[in-house]
């Protein structure tokens, strides 16, 4: 990927429509400014300009002087810095050309150069700082310390759960749950094809056997049918990954334990603040996982959490996190354990965090509503359907191209790039990578195979403003709708 350089964004002056829309088309900037043989500025075609010509009766092959603006903004190539975001602020300049006093151009002074929305970033402007500073004074920096324990106590009571145990990342918190309630070697536990890599490697560094099974169309996570029929005498759990915000179907599963006697650890790393019929996911199953990594709705940086309803796993749990030290005799070990702890400078971030949670959330909330409205209608989007049973909050906003959209997903990236714009593909089904191939046995996996080919998640962070998701809609609308008016040439399958 790459911001488009001044090649890019220039056409003869003997050029054809098509040629332009071609070059909009592969510039992903929506405009073209017309040169004569020795680069001087005779005017400017945008995606808009094309659409009139073409509907005013123009064809495609017309010269672009007859559809060109001939009156288009330029700035001298000594133009101050306030000159040019003066221009840039007008409405519907996103590009000006510098020129030398010959006009020629020289270079191209563009918005998107001046600035990069990203995918996700923390919000860290509430007591972060604060607390943190206070750990560094009092030299509680390590895994003790009150704010661990403050932290514990405020996630499990958001989601209604009454033991915390916190841990040094999401990846460890869903092995330490496995090993809590006891899943290891000659176990199987059944896992979405469609997720990230944490949830697999969790279950085969327990020693268990991961059970890989397709997603439901709809929610795009564990598909309670599939998950049934993959039951053997040898599952012992099942790991709901709650994706994108969106929560599992959680009765059929939960019913599906009840009747085969399995444990259920959800996997909430993605999923903080949704709720299935009303109740917080990570409270439903046996054991509740989080992540905090900085991607995530709260963060510590890296960091991660389980929730417990029984009392005695969690006291299991904790003394495990410890190197499975005995809790009332120092320094003796009652089993092998781990050293999974959370530092307390881990912990006064995630306190911080908590106390802006709420709203976070609704940033969320309020962010996929924009995104809903500014792509409802958009021809070559589709949107995961909702459900009655699910108030999701959402994590990434994830959509799907449709063969309507006429443009692979990884060139909309690769647009959205060149706009400025960060997004990113969703996950790789498990099923396709060298190190899971083995677990197959033989089962096929077409959704969670279209889901991957098809899914792009663009940017969701709560710092993200109303203007921005507004900038991000428009631009995949023009680059979708200068698209329908070139021939589609697919791009390649690959992840950036």
């Known amino acids: 990927m790459k911001i488009p350089d001044l090649h890019d964004l220039i056409v003869p002056a003997d050029s054809d429509l098509r040629a332009a829309l071609i070059a909009i088309d592969g510039n992903a900037q929506r405009i073209v400014f017309v040169c004569d043989e020795n680069r001087r500025l005779l005017g400017a075609i945008s995606d808009g300009d094309a659409r009139r010509a073409l509907v005013g009766g123009h064809q495609l092959d017309a010269p672009v002087s007859a559809v060109m603006n001939r009156d288009c903004v330029f700035c001298p190539v000594g133009a101050s810095p306030e000159d040019l975001l003066l221009r840039l602020s007008q409405v519907g300049v996103t590009h000006v050309p510098l020129v030398d006093e010959d006009r020629r151009v020289v270079d191209i002074a563009a918005s998107n150069r001046l600035r990069r929305i990203q995918v996700a970033s923390p919000d860290l402007v509430g007591n972060e700082l604060l607390y943190v500073s206070e750990c560094v004074k009092s030299g509680w920096v390590s895994s003790q310390g009150r704010y661990i324990r403050e932290f514990e106590r405020m996630l499990a009571e958001f989601c209604g759960v009454p033991h915390g145990v916190a841990v040094s990342n999401g990846t460890v918190a869903l092995h330490l749950a496995l090993a809590t309630l006891g899943i290891g070697e000659g176990d199987e536990v059944i896992v979405p094809d469609f997720t990230f890599a944490a949830s697999v490697n969790a279950v085969l560094h327990a020693g268990a056997t991961p059970v890989l099974v397709d997603v439901d169309r709809h929610t795009w996570t564990i598909d309670p049918a599939v998950a049934a029929d993959a039951v053997t005498p040898r599952t012992k759990a099942i790991m709901p990954v709650h994706l994108y915000g969106q929560p599992c179907d959680m009765d059929p599963l ?243």
């Not at 083995?438 to 403003?465: C, K």
């Open 254 to 496: 939960l019913e599906l334990a009840s009747q085969h006697h399995l444990r259920i650890v959800e996997d909430c790393a993605e999923a903080l603040g949704s709720r299935y019929k009303g109740v917080p996911v990570g409270s439903l199953g046996d054991a509740g996982t989080f992540s905090f990594y900085g991607n995530k709705t709260i963060t510590t940086g890296e960091g991660g959490m389980v929730l417990f309803k029984d009392a005695g796993l969690a006291e299991r749990a904790r003394r495990l996190r410890d190197h499975g030290m005995s809790t009332s005799r120092r320094y003796w070990h009652d089993e092998v354990g781990f050293n999974y702890r959370m530092t307390n400078l881990q912990g006064a971030l995630g306190v911080a965090q908590m106390e802006r949670a709420e709203s976070f959330l609704d940033r969320k909330r309020r962010l996929s509503r924009e995104y809903d409205e500014g792509l409802a209608d958009l021809q070559g989007i589709e949107r995961r359907t909702p459900v009655s049973w699910a108030d999701d909050v959402c994590w990434l906003y994830t959509v799907l191209l449709d063969p309507t959209a006429r443009i692979s997903r990884d060139e909309l990236v690769d647009k959205l790039y060149r706009n400025g714009i960060e997004s990113r593909p969703v996950f790789y089904p498990l099923h396709e990578m060298p190190p899971y191939q083995s677990l197959t046995h033989g089962r096929t996996y077409p959704i969670s195979t279209d889901l991957s080919r098809r899914g792009i998640s663009l940017p969701s962070a709560v710092s993200l403003s109303p203007e921005e998701v507004r900038d991000v809609v428009a631009t995949i609308r023009g680059v979708l709708g200068v698209r329908q008016m070139v021939p589609s040439h697919p791009g390649p399958d690959r992840r950036t």
